[in-house]
């Protein structure tokens, strides 16, 4: 998943054992809480493991198979695709830290 919702990364952990799951958002001084850009700034997540051995949480079976021979048009899709989010992350945050600049302090931006 490209990005889980914060109550799915609770729900992981809980699913994993893990007792008194506890969440913080964490991101720039910038970021002022507003997701309309489309970032999704961040959250750290910990737990306490009550005990230790393997996670009681069964995961299904991948989606994809990689033994299977790479269509080239897909994977140039795919590349194409990834290169575009990769320059829509590195300009946004540029983007929004240059308006923190500018908006008044108190303001969402």
């Known amino acids: ?37 489309g970032l999704i700034m961040g959250c750290s997540l910990t737990g306490v493991k009550a005990a230790s051995g393997d996670s009681p949480l069964q995961l299904g079976p991948k989606e994809e198979d990689v033994a299977k021979p790479i269509n ?10 990834g290169a575009m989010a990769a320059t829509y992350y590195v300009l946004v945050p540029i983007y929004m830290w240059i308006k923190d600049l500018i908006v008044p302090k108190g303001l969402p931006i």
């Open 1 to 37: 998943m490209l990005f889980p919702k914060e109550e799915e990364y609770i729900e992981w952990f809980k699913k994993a054992g893990f007792k008194d799951v506890q969440l913080k958002r964490i991101g720039p001084k910038w970021y002022r809480g507003v997701r309309r850009h």
């Open 72 to 81: 080239p048009f897909v994977f140039m899709l795919r590349f194409l695709l």
